[in-house]
């Protein structure tokens, strides 16, 4: 009912929220197969905290955290850049050999890599912990 109220009119924006809540899962493909196709002569915004209904769905993506807008993208681009690994920088006084003990003791961090000149400092090639940890 309510996505009828909303194309009284011919409106060229269509705003939805959770358009598939409450819904049973055939609704649910009828309704996303009507958003998919009402995107065609419409712009059509809505909101879903589902991820793969918006994947499903779309062409582009926006999110928006704490009020403020965190990305924009195809569906495709943002799940690459969200499942790829981050990378993190650290400044640190503390001997080099003493940051790497700490870090790679952290299961979660991967590799390392040490850049700079300096007291403490030295280059070393990016490595995986397992075999840095063994080096020292």
Same mark, same amino acid.
């Given at each position: 009912?309510?996505?009828?109220?909303? =194309?009284?009119?011919?409106?060229?924006?269509?705003?939805?929220?959770?358009?598939?809540?409450?819904?049973?899962?055939?609704?649910? !493909?009828? #309704?996303?197969?009507?958003?998919? +196709? =009402?995107?065609?002569? @419409?712009?059509?915004?809505? &909101?879903? @905290? !589902?991820?793969? +209904?918006?994947? *499903?769905?779309?062409?582009?993506? #926006?999110? #928006?955290?704490?009020?403020?807008?965190?990305?924009?993208?195809?569906?495709?681009?943002?799940?690459? @850049?969200?499942? &790829?690994?981050? +990378?993190?920088? =650290?400044?640190?006084?503390?001997?080099?050999?003493?940051?790497?003990?700490?870090?790679?003791? #952290?299961?979660?961090?991967?590799? =390392?890599?040490?850049?700079?000149?300096?007291?403490?400092?030295?280059?070393?090639?990016? +490595?995986?912990?397992? *075999?840095?940890?063994?080096?020292?």
């Amino acid at each position: 009912m309510g996505i009828a109220q909303a =194309l009284l009119g011919s409106p060229k924006v269509i705003i939805l929220d959770e358009p598939t809540v409450g819904l049973d899962p055939i609704q649910i !493909i009828e #309704i996303r197969d009507l958003i998919k +196709e =009402l995107g065609q002569p @419409h712009t059509v915004i809505f &909101s879903s @905290h !589902i991820l793969s +209904e918006v994947q *499903t769905i779309c062409d582009q993506m #926006i999110m #928006i955290a704490r009020g403020k807008l965190a990305a924009f993208d195809t569906p495709e681009n943002l799940e690459k @850049h969200l499942l &790829s690994p981050n +990378e993190v920088a =650290l400044t640190s006084d503390a001997a080099t050999e003493e940051v790497w003990k700490l870090l790679c003791g #952290i299961g979660s961090i991967l590799d =390392l890599t040490v850049e700079g000149a300096g007291a403490g400092f030295w280059p070393r090639a990016l +490595e995986p912990c397992s *075999t840095i940890s063994r080096q020292l």
